[in-house]
């Protein structure tokens, strides 16, 4: 009785574990209609891997999200919105960034560069992809990263974890990824104004 019992309990667990998203792989498609390509992140991974001197990743969320949620490792942070303080019904609005072209151009070359643009879980990154066209990149050298960093919701009503972000995406994957803030990847212009601030402090001192 005791091993048809176990024998049950093992089958269970066999077939919970043979239907986990995590296990089983997840299933990717681009949220909105966009220009240039779409990968998933493990492909985005191996092509940074095969060519890290001109593949880049691009982290189009907010400088919040970039920070606190965490972010993969060696992305380049360009916000395509800003966190406003403003308060809307849904929170604090955001507001476009009108130099998200520039922003890449500074950072990077369309002539050799390939851009991997990912968000949250894939709908920002798609108008990111259409802004980088239009700003010089080639097609073939601009992605999109499906899934984003966190992934697409729980749609499952009954499930305890409903509305909550776990159906892929580049945490989920298991993907290298930190919470570390780095200069050389944070978003530039702030670091710029940072630079600018500490060398004005320092011409102030040297002149007293």
């Not at 259409?130 to 097609?139: L, M, Q, T, V, Y």
């Not at 974890?161 to 702030?190: H, I, N, S, V």
Request: proline share 5%.
């Amino acid at each position: 009785m005791k091993k048809a019992l176990w024998l049950v309990t093992l089958v269970t667990v066999v077939l919970l574990l043979a239907g986990s998203p995590a296990l089983a792989g997840f299933a990717y498609e681009a949220n909105k209609p966009h220009l240039g390509g779409d990968v998933t992140p493990v492909e985005a991974f191996e092509m940074i891997q095969k060519n890290p001197e001109h593949t880049f990743l691009v982290d189009c969320r907010t400088r919040a999200e970039y920070q606190f949620v965490g972010h993969p490792e060696g992305a380049y942070n360009i916000p395509i919105r800003f966190l406003s303080d403003e308060a809307g019904k849904k929170g604090y609005i955001e507001k476009d960034n009108p130099n998200f072209g520039k922003d890449l151009q500074a950072r990077f070359n369309p002539a050799t560069d390939t851009l991997i643009i990912l968000c949250r879980s894939g709908n920002r990154s798609c108008v990111g992809c259409n802004e980088a066209i239009k700003a010089g990149w080639p097609e073939n050298k601009v992605f999109n990263m499906m899934g984003g960093f966190e992934g697409g919701k729980n749609k499952n009503k009954a499930s305890s974890f409903y509305g909550q972000r776990w159906d892929g995406g580049w945490r989920l994957e298991g993907l290298p990824w930190t919470y570390k803030m780095d200069t050389a990847l944070m978003y530039k212009p702030d670091v710029d104004k940072m630079a600018d601030c500490a060398n004005g402090a320092a011409l102030k001192v040297a002149v007293k």
